[in-house]
């Protein structure tokens, strides 16, 4: 009696246990996919180039810092202390930088996973292939180039003793712990020479994969003005003329506003001269902290000065305040500039009164959601304005400023040749793009001072402070990596 | 000795016999000597056989023994008694109550075993120690009352969370919380996403309902436990049914719950004077009219007020009018008894409890049906069911307090202090219609307390089925099943009046989880005796556990008025939400416990143990624990000896498993919510790692207990050493592989500890007519935590925060950052030392060059003191718990220190030793717009704000008086008692915010609501 029991309740134990060891602790999660197999179908691949779409909201990208940082270290902004942020990178403090370097390397990544799978795909037509690498390709350019602006020095200008390089050139995709490479930071040339070959086969894929193109989504147009830019900033200027040309063409996405419609562009959800334009949705508002709205004003609506919304926390300095109103008619008055029509009086809601950028106003229909411009078309004529007088071509860069000049209602510019020229292109720069995140690149780019008001000290173009900090974790975890001087 | 013991074998076979021709019938009555009352269950055994019986309902039992036999009475919680029959066919007998007989039962992992002959190291507390305590739950009465098991309420949210660490810390990623298993349930200890408040797990247990609380703390009487205990095992024993007449307790308190502080902050004038300071050090070269109208202009006064204008201002408190009195009420009420084939045990209590912080409190209560029924004389079913609901309101800024603007327990000492609460018509002054108040915080956090609705409700059923079949004499077969299923409801109303919803029209947020989870278990459990001398004791069995967890949330914006309150209502989805999780675990375990006449005892015990949550190459683990002890009080030089009642040696040594990881850290994985456009996306989250395993810990223990004076001292010293090692670390990778971490077994570490506890009756005069009676109970542990082993050469874990430095040869969680070194007596700027003990005024560059470790998060010491008086009926109880060692950064302090640097109100200490005149000697760095000195850094940098947690806290202080037996006789009350205590009555600490216990959830004690002081007055009834 005693035994048999003894033997039955063992043997049901062994049973239960034993069995079915797989299945008894079998548990699948419902919220994730298993990364070995995620990216075999169209669905897949398709939801996982949305996925990079998703880190470029990120407040490290476009979502604020690389739209206001620029502002805040170069001479356009002024950090009014209202819930301190900004101040530190406003005052040029050590580390107070951009840091969108996890976020990039992740989006690139994820663009590399992407690429990588595409080939395996199947039941997918080429076309579709065409136009998800297209935009995984224009994506990892980008963000090559927005980690290039930031990490390392220009070619034109690069100071030797300082550089260090360009950034680690990643072109393969991670998923388990034996892919991962420790690369160290590849040489600016290579990096410049990677952007440029991501976008022109993104601009292949793009024509050969026959989509309409929309600026909420990576599309052929925005893959050749970044070109330009890329090319600008690489001090390649025939390609920077040739590519703004493109994107300019007929067909071309983004449609250049007139003056009539210049402040109403900046309040409707899409900006219509946007190329490219990170889109937001109502459950993607980044809210009261940290986005553009608050972090440039008060007002949660133009002219109403009675309800407080942000803080305010970066306002034109009075150098830029005075740029809009230098030009003065045949009587002696200032002429108006229409792009000075987007600075008003905020509220005293945070403390003093400032006159604030209102570019960003929660366009979407809710406060604090903004579509943001990553590029847009008014840009083309300047880069291309730029390009050409850097490249003799005076009466063509002229055509292209007046462009500009005209459309914010001052007189159109002649004889301007040489660098009278080219400071006039880059003053009209820096009055057409403040505030969407220019200023301190194009100073970079060109080797120049910062010049602040006191009692912030200037940052001078030799200062270490001019190159961005690579995030510590990253020197620690590879030894193959070099920091950027005076970090 | 073999001879010997043969001769006694034949011996007792020989008296058995002639037992067996000389049986005659014994009966009698058992009572309490405390109060005369009848003991139903008392286990009446004949000594050197195994034939006993139970008294009845009314005390009664009846045995037939031979006449030259000696009875053995025994009751848990009384001390046992040995009667030779001497032929007698009556034998009444009265038992004494002693918490701490030493012979008396104990429960332990699956069973319970005598407390003499146990082996491994485990506290207990009685549920009576605890019952009347304020704290709704039991674990905070913990504190300070078990050697070796710290307790630290997490804030003073009432039913809100607490920390419990058995032996220290031994974890770097996985959580440190102990198994609680109630009744044989595992509880999912998680509180889950209680989303909006600070919600304890076990809130639902009525603490009137625990009968004694067992925390298991080595690998040796925790190993049954399996991959599950390393972080320590509390048992909670519940009361259960007695036969006999019903009888009711009826337990009841009511009091007050109060803040223990206010700061001490600046008035209208001083922060006038202090900002105004701040600008002119920032910009000497302004003029101080000039100056002093930007200050005004910037808090909203007139910029023209003249010097007097300025005098004649008001000064408002926005402390306490957030920080206030409430009240606090607890009644329960049980009914035990039954028939000899049925007991049960019904309760039911209810609680309400206000926080010292406006509109945040408790309401729940719950009811426990327990029904015992001997189904056949083999057969024993056993059902229980607890329900239980209750709902906690909030504050705003969530469980972990934060920084946030509208949240007055951060907000109310900091805003400035010109800023009126309410106009004069009684209504709140600046709401965001008016353009808000003045300064930073520019919320009137009153109105925001009062018309946001922040709730959490939990409604929660815990049953559990289990029979017990006795297959033969000494072997059983106990099945069980049950359930343990929980359902929080989370809502958060965003007034649309309050700044946060202004401009969105109202916000409404829901939070729904609901978690199950079902254990089924199985054991066999065999006790035999051999030669009167040989002890075994074993037990096999096996478990399943299945766990899962689903959350569902929604929030939306835009309702008509406030009076709409679902989001049903509100114009504008914004956000569903939705997540799923699980896991299982299943076991077989097994344990012996022999001792040979009580001498020598030897206890083994093994579980192999697998969990979904480990990783494909490693989803089982076997962890074993081995015992021994030899009592020498047992041993014929000390038996019989009046002085020394016990003296047992012990040591154990086992392998225990620590599985407090993320359900599906060991896959790698794609998620999804990386959404674009409004189209759904997806994105790698999670590095594969098949060979994750769990953390294991290897304890060594070595102890005495002892038992002296007839057992007026008793007490135990332990001393043990917890290795940690396999820690899951996640470990960094490079950025550029598009992950941060990869989750690996990697670290050890070390908890070497000292526990030492003696209880002790000083005097004794009660036994002589309620005398006068002293007794006193002291604990202490020390505990020694070391980082022993990182990954590859590394000596340091990268990617730490300065206050959760991990480093060799360092505790966990240590503080690493630059010695504050003062003020400058020449320029006032705040210094700090780099680390060739340079001075400094700006932390950059390399951390390294200037940051060393200051200290440590965990605390060195702890313990409690408790002692008490009883005379006639009147008893006074006094508990002191302390901790010290523990140094966390002050968030509020670091606040509140800004001197106008920011627009902030500022503590008055900070600002009377502030730097105002060359060549002054103070730690207070001068006033400075934005708080950073030109090329300085920022004044609450470095240690400055890392203060000494320590306290020493009158915990409780109880009078009490029981009324006597004769007078409530006549009433017909078996016992009636009433009390009046104090909790946190008073705390000796050097910290310079709220209260210093607190568990940083994410904010540190920014906005936490300190623990409270509550006076109680009780009731204790008994029909």
């Not at chain 2, 199985?522 to 556990?545: F, M, P, T």
Request: aromatic residues 10%.
């Amino acid at each position: 009696m005693k035994v048999t029991n003894l033997y039955k309740i063992a043997v049901l134990g062994v049973v239960l246990t034993f069995a079915s060891c797989t299945d008894l602790l079998d548990v699948q999660p419902r919220a994730s996919i298993d990364s070995v197999t995620a990216l075999t179908t169209e669905d897949a691949v398709n939801a996982a180039v949305n996925g990079i779409y998703d880190r470029l909201q990120s407040t490290n990208l476009y979502g604020r810092d690389l739209v206001a940082i620029p502002e805040a270290l170069a001479d356009n902004g002024r950090a009014t202390n209202k819930s301190g942020r900004l101040n530190p990178e406003y005052q040029n403090q050590v580390n107070a930088h951009f840091i969108h370097w996890q976020t990039s390397y992740f989006a690139i990544n994820q663009a590399n996973l992407v690429l990588d799978a595409l080939p395996k795909v199947e039941k997918m037509t080429q076309a579709n292939k065409d136009f998800v690498e297209a935009q995984a390709l224009f994506i990892r350019g980008l963000l090559y180039f927005e980690l290039m602006r930031a990490y390392a020095y220009e070619p034109t200008v690069e100071i030797k003793e300082a550089s260090k390089g360009g950034v680690p050139l990643l072109k393969t995709g991670v998923v388990d712990a034996t892919q991962i490479k420790l690369e160290g930071r590849a040489s600016i040339n290579d990096v410049y020479e990677f952007i440029y070959s991501d976008f022109t086969n993104s601009i292949a894929k793009f024509t050969s994969s026959g989509r309409t193109a929309t600026a909420s989504f990576a599309n052929r147009t925005a893959a050749q003005a970044m070109f330009s830019r890329v090319a600008l900033y690489r001090g390649d200027y025939t390609n920077a003329a040739k590519y703004a040309t493109d994107a300019l063409a007929t067909g071309s996405v983004g449609r250049f506003q007139t003056r009539d419609t210049y402040v109403s562009a900046w309040r409707s959800a899409n900006h219509p001269e946007s190329i490219f334009e990170i889109q937001y949705q109502t459950n993607e508002n980044i809210g009261v902290n940290t986005s553009l709205q608050t972090t440039y004003t008060t007002l949660v609506a133009s002219g109403n000065r009675t309800t407080t919304g942000g803080f305010g926390d970066l306002v034109p300095t009075k150098a830029l305040l005075d740029a809009y109103e230098s030009e003065k008619d045949a009587d002696g008055k200032i002429i108006t500039d229409v792009r000075r029509s987007l600075y008003e009086l905020g509220t005293a809601g945070r403390g003093t009164a400032e006159i604030e950028c209102t570019k960003f106003l929660g366009r979407s229909g809710q406060v604090n959601l903004d579509n943001i411009p990553v590029i847009r078309v008014s840009e083309m004529y300047l880069n291309r304005a730029e390009a050409l007088a850097r490249s003799g071509n005076a009466a063509g860069a002229l055509t292209d400023l007046n462009v500009i000049r005209t459309r914010a209602g001052l007189p159109a510019a002649t004889g301007l040749t040489g660098a009278a020229l080219i400071n006039e292109i880059l003053k009209q720069r820096r009055l057409e793009l403040a505030f969407e995140g220019h200023r301190f690149f194009d100073m970079k780019r060109l080797g120049l001072d910062i010049v602040k008001a006191a009692p912030v000290q200037n940052l001078n173009f030799t200062d270490f402070r001019v190159l961005a900090p690579i995030p510590t974790r990253e020197i620690q975890a590879n030894a193959n990596l070099k920091q950027n001087i005076g970090y | 000795m073999m001879r010997k013991n043969l001769l006694s074998l034949l011996f007792a076979v020989f008296i058995g016999l002639q037992a067996f021709a000389q049986d005659k019938t014994v009966s009698g009555k058992v009572t309490s000597s405390d109060d005369g009352t009848p003991l139903p269950g008392v286990s009446v055994s004949v000594k050197g056989t195994s034939r006993g019986t139970t008294t009845d309902a009314s005390g009664v039992y009846k045995i037939t023994v031979s006449g030259n036999s000696t009875l053995i009475f025994s009751f848990i919680g009384f001390t046992s008694q040995q009667v030779p029959v001497n032929n007698r066919t009556i034998i009444d007998l009265q038992l004494a109550s002693d918490a701490q007989e030493l012979s008396e039962a104990v429960v332990v992992g699956y069973g319970t075993q005598s407390r003499r002959t146990l082996t491994g190291s485990q506290a207990s507390v009685k549920g009576s120690e605890i019952a009347t305590m304020p704290t709704n739950t039991f674990d905070k009465a913990l504190q300070g009352r078990a050697a070796g098991v710290q307790v630290l309420g997490a804030n003073g949210t009432p039913g809100g969370a607490a920390q419990v660490r058995v032996r220290g810390v031994g974890t770097i990623k996985g959580g440190t919380d102990p198994l609680y298993v109630v009744d044989g349930v595992q509880i999912n200890s998680n509180s889950g996403s209680a989303a909006f408040t600070s919600s304890n797990p076990l809130n639902y247990l009525n603490p009137n309902d625990i009968e004694s609380i067992e925390v298991l703390k080595d690998a040796a009487s925790a190993a049954i436990y399996g991959a599950a205990a390393a972080n320590g095992v509390v048992l909670i024993t519940t009361k259960k049914g007695k036969s006999g007449a019903t009888k009711i307790s009826f337990d009841a308190f009511s009091g007050i719950v109060e803040p223990t502080k206010y700061l001490d902050v600046l008035n209208t004038q001083e922060f006038i004077a202090v900002r105004n300071e701040a600008l002119i050090n920032q910009s000497p070269t302004t003029e101080p009219a000039a100056a002093m109208r930007t200050t005004l202009g910037a808090i909203r006064l007139d910029p023209a007020l003249t010097a007097d204008q300025i005098a004649a201002l008001p000064t408002y408190d926005w402390q306490r009018e957030s920080y206030v009195s409430g009240k606090t009420s607890n009644y329960s009420i049980s009914l035990n008894g039954g028939s000899d084939k049925s007991t049960f045990y019904l309760s039911g209590s209810y609680n309400s409890s206000d926080a010292n912080v406006r509109n945040v409190d408790y309401k729940g209560g719950n009811i426990n049906a327990k029904i015992s029924n001997k189904v056949t004389s083999r057969l024993t079913v056993d059902n229980s069911i607890n329900l239980s609901s209750f709902i906690q309101r909030g504050q705003f800024g969530g469980p972990a307090g934060g920084s946030f603007l509208g949240s007055p327990t951060f907000s109310a000492p900091l805003i400035l202090p010109h800023n009126p609460i309410y106009k004069d018509d009684g209504t709140y002054y600046g709401t965001p219609a008016d353009g808000g108040i003045a300064g930073v915080l520019n919320q009137n956090v009153l109105m925001v307390s009062d018309l946001n609705k922040i709730e959490s409700r939990v409604n929660q059923a815990i049953a559990s089925t289990v029979l017990t079949y006795k297959i033969m004499k000494g072997l059983s077969f106990r099945p069980s099943a049950s359930v343990d299923y929980r359902f929080i409801k989370g809502f958060n109303f965003q007034d649309p009046r309050t700044a946060d919803a202004f401009n969105v029209r109202g916000r409404i947020q829901n939070q729904n989880t609901e978690n199950i989870n079902f254990i089924l278990n199985a054991v066999v459990n065999y006790d035999k005796q051999i030669s009167s001398v040989h002890n075994i004791s074993a037990l096999a069995g096996a478990e399943y556990r299945r766990d899962q967890s689903e959350n569902v949330q929604q929030s939306a914006e835009g309702i008509p008025t406030p009076q709409f309150t679902v989001a049903g209502a509100a114009a504008n989805p914004i956000t569903t939400f939705a997540s799923w999780t699980a896991f299982k675990k299943a076991g077989v375990f097994g344990r012996v416990s022999y001792d040979y006449a009580g001498k020598y005892l030897l206890g083994l015990t093994a579980r192999y143990d697998g969990s979904s949550r480990f990783g494909a190459n490693n989803l089982w683990g076997f962890f074993p624990g081995i015992s021994a002890g030899w009592d020498l009080s047992q041993e014929a030089f000390l038996k019989n000896n009046a002085y020394v009642n016990q003296l047992k040696l012990r040591a154990s040594y086992g392998s225990l498993g620590a599985d407090q990881i993320g359900n599906f850290d060991s896959r790698g994985l794609y998620g999804g919510g990386f959404n674009y456009g409004g189209v759904s996306g997806i994105a790698p989250t999670q590095l594969a790692n098949p060979n994750l395993r769990w953390e294991q810990n290897v304890t060594t223990n070595f102890a005495l207990d002892y038992g002296l004076f007839n057992n007026r001292v008793q007490g135990s010293v332990e001393y043990f050493i917890r290795t940690s090692k396999d820690l899951i670390l996640d470990r960094p990778v490079t950025w550029l592989s598009g992950y941060s971490t990869i989750s690996e077994n990697v670290g050890e570490l070390q908890n070497k500890g000292l526990e030492f506890d003696i209880r002790t009756v000083n005097v004794d005069k009660s036994a002589n007519n309620r005398g006068f009676k002293w007794t006193t109970s002291f604990n202490f542990t020390q505990i020694d935590n070391k980082v022993t082993k990182l990954y590859d050469t590394l000596t340091t874990l990268p990617g730490r925060a300065v206050d959760g430095w991990i480093k060799i040869g360092y505790p966990v969680n240590s503080i690493y950052t630059a010695e504050y070194a003062g003020v400058n007596p020449a320029t006032g700027r705040a210094m700090w030392y780099d680390n060739n003990g340079n001075i400094i005024y700006r932390l950059a560059g390399n951390p390294d060059s200037y940051s060393k470790i200051i200290g440590s998060q965990i605390p060195r010491y702890y313990g409690g003191l408790t002692n008490t008086f009883s005379y006639k009926g009147f008893d006074l109880e006094v508990f002191l718990n302390y901790e010290f060692g523990r140094t966390v950064f002050n968030n509020q302090s670091a606040f509140m220190a800004e001197n106008g640097g920011r627009l902030f109100n500022t503590l008055r200490s900070i600002y009377e030793n502030r730097w105002t005149t060359p060549g002054q000697i103070t730690t207070v760095p001068r006033p400075f717009n934005g708080n950073a000195e030109v090329l300085g850094s920022g004044i609450t940098a470095g240690s400055r704000f890392y203060e000494d947690a320590s306290f020493i806290r009158v915990k409780t202080l109880t009078f009490g008086y029981n009324f006597s037996r004769e007078l409530l006789k006549k009433v017909k009350i078996d016992r009636a008692r009433l009390y009046v205590q104090g909790y946190n009555l008073y705390t000796w600490s050097k910290w310079t915010g709220f209260d210093s216990e607190f568990v940083n959830l994410g904010s540190g004690n920014n906005g936490t609501i300190p623990q409270p002081r509550t006076l109680t007055f009780g009731l204790q009834l008994g029909l």
